[in-house]
Protein backbone atom coordinates (compact mmCIF):
# COMPACT_ATOMS: atom_id res chain seq x y z
CA UNK A 1 0.00 0.00 0.00
CA UNK A 2 1.10 3.50 -0.94
CA UNK A 3 1.65 6.50 1.38
CA UNK A 4 -0.29 8.98 0.79
CA UNK A 5 1.18 12.45 0.15
CA UNK A 6 -1.90 13.74 1.73
CA UNK A 7 -2.50 17.95 1.64
CA UNK A 8 -3.69 18.47 4.72
CA UNK A 9 -0.78 17.98 6.13
CA UNK A 10 1.34 20.17 3.86
CA UNK A 11 -1.64 22.88 4.38
CA UNK A 12 -1.26 23.08 8.18
CA UNK A 13 2.63 23.17 8.55
CA UNK A 14 1.85 26.33 5.69
CA UNK A 15 -0.51 27.80 7.65
CA UNK A 16 0.74 27.74 10.82
CA UNK A 17 4.15 29.65 9.12
CA UNK A 18 1.98 31.79 7.10
CA UNK A 19 0.26 33.10 10.39
CA UNK A 20 3.25 33.64 12.13
CA UNK A 21 4.97 35.84 9.29
CA UNK A 22 1.51 37.72 8.98
CA UNK A 23 1.61 39.14 12.23
CA UNK A 24 5.28 39.68 12.05
CA UNK A 25 4.69 42.07 9.29
CA UNK A 26 1.47 43.51 11.16
CA UNK A 27 3.13 44.32 13.94
CA UNK A 28 5.40 46.89 11.79
CA UNK A 29 2.89 48.15 10.33
CA UNK A 30 2.54 45.96 7.30
CA UNK A 31 -0.95 44.30 6.42
CA UNK A 32 -0.42 41.90 3.75
CA UNK A 33 -3.08 42.39 1.73
CA UNK A 34 -4.01 40.29 -1.94
CA UNK A 35 -6.51 41.88 -4.66
CA UNK A 36 -8.95 39.93 -6.80
CA UNK A 37 -10.05 40.64 -9.95
CA UNK A 38 -12.87 38.44 -11.18
CA UNK A 39 -14.66 39.53 -14.72
CA UNK A 40 -18.29 38.43 -14.49
CA UNK A 41 -19.58 35.13 -11.99
CA UNK A 42 -17.80 31.88 -13.47
CA UNK A 43 -18.75 29.23 -10.96
CA UNK A 44 -15.26 27.57 -10.89
CA UNK A 45 -14.09 31.67 -10.59
CA UNK A 46 -16.31 31.69 -7.24
CA UNK A 47 -15.60 28.43 -5.94
CA UNK A 48 -11.45 28.88 -6.01
CA UNK A 49 -12.67 32.75 -4.51
CA UNK A 50 -14.70 31.74 -1.51
CA UNK A 51 -11.60 29.21 -0.96
CA UNK A 52 -8.76 32.03 -0.93
CA UNK A 53 -11.26 33.95 0.88
CA UNK A 54 -11.39 31.39 3.48
CA UNK A 55 -7.93 30.53 3.59
CA UNK A 56 -6.91 34.38 3.21
CA UNK A 57 -9.01 34.75 6.91
CA UNK A 58 -6.94 32.01 8.36
CA UNK A 59 -3.63 33.33 7.78
CA UNK A 60 -3.98 36.62 8.50
CA UNK A 61 -3.77 38.02 4.89
CA UNK A 62 -6.29 40.90 4.10
CA UNK A 63 -8.33 40.82 0.61
CA UNK A 64 -9.79 43.52 -1.58
CA UNK A 65 -12.38 42.27 -4.44
CA UNK A 66 -12.35 43.66 -7.73
CA UNK A 67 -15.63 42.63 -9.00
CA UNK A 68 -16.38 43.46 -12.94
CA UNK A 69 -18.96 42.98 -14.98
CA UNK A 70 -18.78 39.81 -17.29
CA UNK A 71 -19.06 42.28 -20.29
CA UNK A 72 -16.38 44.62 -18.74
CA UNK A 73 -14.15 46.38 -21.48
CA UNK A 74 -10.61 45.96 -22.12
CA UNK A 75 -10.05 49.67 -21.13
CA UNK A 76 -11.94 49.13 -17.63
CA UNK A 77 -10.17 46.22 -16.62
CA UNK A 78 -6.91 47.95 -17.46
CA UNK A 79 -7.52 50.79 -15.40
CA UNK A 80 -8.39 48.58 -12.91
CA UNK A 81 -5.24 46.54 -13.32
CA UNK A 82 -3.32 50.34 -13.33
CA UNK A 83 -5.12 51.53 -9.96
CA UNK A 84 -3.95 48.10 -8.56
CA UNK A 85 -0.66 48.20 -9.10
CA UNK A 86 -0.51 52.31 -7.84
CA UNK A 87 -1.48 51.11 -4.51
CA UNK A 88 1.29 50.09 -2.27
CA UNK A 89 -1.17 48.81 0.49
CA UNK A 90 -1.95 46.01 -1.96
CA UNK A 91 1.08 43.13 -2.66
CA UNK A 92 -0.52 40.62 -4.60
CA UNK A 93 -3.09 40.14 -7.30
CA UNK A 94 -4.64 37.14 -8.68
CA UNK A 95 -7.11 37.84 -11.96
CA UNK A 96 -9.23 34.66 -12.70
CA UNK A 97 -8.23 33.44 -16.29
CA UNK A 98 -9.42 33.01 -18.94
CA UNK A 99 -10.76 36.29 -19.41
CA UNK A 100 -14.47 36.86 -21.01
CA UNK A 101 -14.60 35.70 -24.86
CA UNK A 102 -14.24 39.40 -26.00
CA UNK A 103 -11.15 39.95 -24.04
CA UNK A 104 -9.09 36.66 -25.13
CA UNK A 105 -7.44 38.05 -27.33
CA UNK A 106 -6.08 40.60 -25.72
CA UNK A 107 -5.03 38.43 -22.34
CA UNK A 108 -1.53 38.39 -23.13
CA UNK A 109 -1.57 42.34 -23.39
CA UNK A 110 -3.59 42.64 -20.19
CA UNK A 111 -1.86 40.00 -17.93
CA UNK A 112 1.59 41.95 -18.84
CA UNK A 113 0.29 44.95 -17.64
CA UNK A 114 0.00 43.40 -14.23
CA UNK A 115 3.41 44.83 -11.84
CA UNK A 116 5.45 41.58 -11.98
CA UNK A 117 6.25 42.40 -8.35
CA UNK A 118 2.27 41.64 -7.56
CA UNK A 119 2.09 38.88 -9.65
CA UNK A 120 1.52 35.78 -7.20
CA UNK A 121 0.17 33.20 -9.64
CA UNK A 122 2.30 33.59 -12.39
CA UNK A 123 0.29 35.95 -14.87
CA UNK A 124 3.45 38.05 -16.62
CA UNK A 125 5.89 36.85 -19.04
CA UNK A 126 8.48 38.93 -16.83
CA UNK A 127 7.12 35.92 -13.31
CA UNK A 128 7.40 33.27 -16.35
CA UNK A 129 11.00 34.05 -17.20
CA UNK A 130 11.69 33.98 -13.84
CA UNK A 131 10.51 30.44 -13.46
CA UNK A 132 12.61 29.07 -16.18
CA UNK A 133 15.50 30.83 -15.13
CA UNK A 134 15.22 30.22 -11.24
CA UNK A 135 15.04 33.51 -10.49
CA UNK A 136 12.61 33.90 -7.58
CA UNK A 137 13.50 37.79 -7.33
CA UNK A 138 11.65 37.96 -10.60
CA UNK A 139 7.74 36.62 -10.03
CA UNK A 140 6.62 34.00 -8.61
CA UNK A 141 5.86 30.47 -10.07
CA UNK A 142 2.34 29.29 -10.81
CA UNK A 143 0.65 27.94 -7.52
CA UNK A 144 -0.36 24.42 -8.40
CA UNK A 145 3.75 23.09 -9.96
CA UNK A 146 4.57 25.35 -6.68
CA UNK A 147 2.35 23.23 -4.71
CA UNK A 148 3.59 20.06 -5.72
CA UNK A 149 7.06 21.14 -4.69
CA UNK A 150 5.71 22.27 -1.42
CA UNK A 151 4.31 18.31 -1.48
CA UNK A 152 7.60 16.66 -2.30
CA UNK A 153 9.44 19.38 0.22
CA UNK A 154 7.18 18.76 3.48
CA UNK A 155 7.52 14.45 2.81
CA UNK A 156 10.85 15.00 2.44
CA UNK A 157 11.36 13.62 -1.25
CA UNK A 158 14.76 14.67 -2.70
CA UNK A 159 14.92 14.84 -6.28
CA UNK A 160 18.47 15.07 -6.30
CA UNK A 161 19.64 13.24 -9.04
CA UNK A 162 16.55 11.23 -9.79
CA UNK A 163 14.22 10.70 -13.19
CA UNK A 164 11.20 12.62 -13.10
CA UNK A 165 8.57 12.45 -15.83
CA UNK A 166 6.31 15.32 -16.46
CA UNK A 167 2.83 14.74 -18.50
CA UNK A 168 1.78 17.93 -19.70
CA UNK A 169 3.43 20.67 -21.44
CA UNK A 170 1.15 23.70 -20.44
CA UNK A 171 2.57 26.79 -19.19
CA UNK A 172 0.68 26.79 -16.61
CA UNK A 173 1.24 23.49 -14.83
CA UNK A 174 3.34 21.82 -17.18
CA UNK A 175 6.62 23.74 -18.55
CA UNK A 176 6.51 25.32 -14.96
CA UNK A 177 6.60 22.04 -13.04
CA UNK A 178 9.67 20.43 -15.29
CA UNK A 179 11.71 23.42 -14.36
CA UNK A 180 10.72 23.62 -10.86
CA UNK A 181 12.20 20.32 -10.66
CA UNK A 182 15.56 20.64 -12.59
CA UNK A 183 15.83 23.48 -10.26
CA UNK A 184 15.78 20.59 -7.44
CA UNK A 185 18.56 18.66 -9.69
CA UNK A 186 16.31 16.14 -11.03
CA UNK A 187 16.64 14.98 -14.77
CA UNK A 188 13.43 15.91 -16.21
CA UNK A 189 11.93 14.34 -19.45
CA UNK A 190 8.41 15.94 -20.58
CA UNK A 191 5.76 13.99 -22.15
CA UNK A 192 2.75 15.49 -23.99
CA UNK A 193 0.03 14.24 -26.66
CA UNK A 194 2.72 13.53 -29.70
CA UNK A 195 5.42 11.66 -27.16
CA UNK A 196 6.02 7.79 -28.30
CA UNK A 197 5.85 5.15 -25.42
CA UNK A 198 4.86 7.63 -22.76
CA UNK A 199 4.02 4.62 -20.38
CA UNK A 200 7.79 3.33 -21.12
CA UNK A 201 9.49 6.39 -20.48
CA UNK A 202 7.11 7.06 -16.93
CA UNK A 203 7.85 3.38 -16.22
CA UNK A 204 11.28 4.17 -15.69
CA UNK A 205 11.04 7.59 -13.79
CA UNK A 206 11.21 8.01 -9.82
CA UNK A 207 8.80 10.78 -9.79
CA UNK A 208 6.04 11.41 -12.11
CA UNK A 209 3.98 14.45 -12.63
CA UNK A 210 0.92 13.86 -13.90
CA UNK A 211 -0.84 17.10 -15.66
CA UNK A 212 -2.28 15.17 -19.04
CA UNK A 213 -5.93 16.05 -17.50
CA UNK A 214 -7.47 12.88 -18.82
CA UNK A 215 -8.94 10.75 -16.46
CA UNK A 216 -7.61 7.65 -16.17
CA UNK A 217 -4.98 8.09 -18.24
CA UNK A 218 -2.30 6.85 -15.86
CA UNK A 219 -2.63 3.82 -15.52
CA UNK A 220 -0.81 0.77 -14.03
CA UNK A 221 1.03 -0.10 -17.27
CA UNK A 222 2.88 3.37 -16.52
CA UNK A 223 4.33 3.03 -13.04
CA UNK A 224 6.34 0.42 -11.07
CA UNK A 225 7.47 -0.34 -7.49
CA UNK A 226 9.45 2.67 -5.50
CA UNK A 227 7.76 5.44 -7.64
CA UNK A 228 6.57 9.04 -6.12
CA UNK A 229 3.22 9.73 -8.10
CA UNK A 230 2.05 13.23 -7.99
CA UNK A 231 -1.16 13.62 -10.05
CA UNK A 232 -2.02 17.41 -10.56
CA UNK A 233 -5.15 17.11 -12.16
CA UNK A 234 -8.96 17.52 -11.71
CA UNK A 235 -11.37 15.31 -13.62
CA UNK A 236 -14.97 14.47 -13.49
CA UNK A 237 -15.60 10.99 -12.98
CA UNK A 238 -19.44 10.22 -13.50
CA UNK A 239 -18.99 7.04 -12.37
CA UNK A 240 -17.29 7.20 -8.98
CA UNK A 241 -18.79 7.15 -5.85
CA UNK A 242 -19.72 10.14 -4.03
CA UNK A 243 -19.85 11.71 -0.32
CA UNK A 244 -23.59 11.48 -1.03
CA UNK A 245 -23.88 8.11 -1.63
CA UNK A 246 -24.62 8.04 -5.25
CA UNK A 247 -22.41 8.80 -8.48
CA UNK A 248 -19.89 11.46 -9.76
CA UNK A 249 -16.70 13.13 -8.15
CA UNK A 250 -13.61 14.31 -9.30
CA UNK A 251 -10.57 12.27 -9.75
CA UNK A 252 -7.04 12.74 -11.59
CA UNK A 253 -5.30 11.55 -14.04
CA UNK A 254 -4.46 8.18 -12.36
CA UNK A 255 -6.76 4.96 -11.75
CA UNK A 256 -6.11 5.26 -7.80
CA UNK A 257 -7.49 1.21 -7.64
CA UNK A 258 -4.80 0.21 -10.51
CA UNK A 259 -1.48 2.29 -9.53
CA UNK A 260 -1.66 2.85 -5.49
CA UNK A 261 -1.00 -0.91 -4.63
CA UNK A 262 1.83 -0.60 -6.77
CA UNK A 263 3.93 2.76 -6.21
CA UNK A 264 5.52 3.91 -3.27
CA UNK A 265 3.61 7.16 -2.62
CA UNK A 266 0.48 9.04 -4.29
CA UNK A 267 -1.25 11.85 -3.55
CA UNK A 268 -4.88 11.29 -3.75
CA UNK A 269 -7.65 13.37 -5.65
CA UNK A 270 -9.30 15.19 -3.64
CA UNK A 271 -7.03 15.95 -0.67
CA UNK A 272 -3.56 16.20 -2.54
CA UNK A 273 -2.37 19.33 -4.86
CA UNK A 274 -5.33 20.83 -5.04
CA UNK A 275 -5.43 21.73 -1.53
CA UNK A 276 -2.20 23.50 -1.01
CA UNK A 277 -2.93 25.68 -3.67
CA UNK A 278 -4.51 28.20 -1.79
CA UNK A 279 -2.11 28.19 0.96
CA UNK A 280 0.76 28.42 -1.48
CA UNK A 281 -1.10 32.03 -3.29
CA UNK A 282 -1.36 33.36 0.13
CA UNK A 283 2.39 32.06 1.13
CA UNK A 284 3.24 34.08 -2.00
CA UNK A 285 1.23 37.23 -0.84
CA UNK A 286 2.92 37.49 2.55
CA UNK A 287 6.48 36.72 0.78
CA UNK A 288 5.78 40.17 -1.44
CA UNK A 289 4.51 42.20 1.36
CA UNK A 290 7.76 40.85 2.89
CA UNK A 291 9.82 42.23 -0.17
CA UNK A 292 7.88 45.48 -0.24
Not at 24 to 43: D, H, Q, S, Y
Not at 198 to 215: F, K, M, P, W
Amino acid sequence: MAKLLLGKEVTDALNASLIARSAALREKGVEPTLAIIRCGENPSDLSYERGALKRAELVGVSVRQFLLPGDVSKEELMATIGKINADDSIHGVLMFRPLPKHLKADQDEICNALDPKKDVDCMTDLSNAGVFEGRGDLGFAPCTPAACMEILDYYGIDCRGKNAVVIGRSLVVGKPAAMMLMGKNATVTVCHTKTVNTAEICRRADIIVSAAGVLNSLTADFVRPGQVIVDVSINWDANKPNAKGGLGAIAGDAVFAEVEPIVEAITPVPGGVGSVTTSVLMKHVVEAAERA
